[in-house]
């Protein structure tokens, strides 16, 4: 088992940057691949970016890609998720997800355990 707990979400004018924490307790951190997704009002739950057990490979949604970033540091059981240059369509509810097999992936079903959820809102 491995629980999640996420934190650092918040309001944020568009072009500022929030980070946000994701704290793992359970099994060992450093065997499980992480993710974050997020789900906005009346949508699916959606990728946003992966990051595999070691921390050598990384996997972005398009629509992230060059203002997000993902890290990890298996010493404090913790993934981040840098967020730079926010826009208000990055508003939603931004979930972290552990994944047993320490390789990357990028849909929902892929993951086995979620945390509760942070909120991010960002204003125009």
């Known amino acids: 088992q491995v629980q999640l707990a996420e934190s650092g979400g918040g309001l944020v004018q568009a072009g500022g940057s929030l980070r946000l924490s994701c704290t793992a307790s359970?099994?060992?951190?450093?065997?499980?691949?992480m993710g974050w997704f997020r789900q906005a009002p009346g949508k699916e739950r959606e990728f946003v970016a992966a990051?595999?057990?070691?921390?050598?490979?990384?996997s972005y949604a398009d629509s992230v890609k060059g203002r997000f970033t993902i890290s990890r540091d298996n010493a404090k059981n913790t993934v981040y998720l840098q967020m730079n240059s926010l826009k208000p369509e990055d508003t939603a509810v931004y979930y972290c997800?552990?994944?047993?097999?320490?390789?990357?992936?990028?849909?929902?079903?892929?993951?086995?355990?979620w945390g509760q959820g942070t909120q991010v809102t960002v204003s125009s």
């Open positions: 997800a552990a994944k047993n097999s320490g390789m990357i992936a990028t849909v929902p079903g892929g993951y086995n355990y």
């Open positions: 359970g099994r060992t951190f450093s065997s499980v691949a």
């Open positions: 990051i595999n057990r070691s921390g050598g490979w990384t």
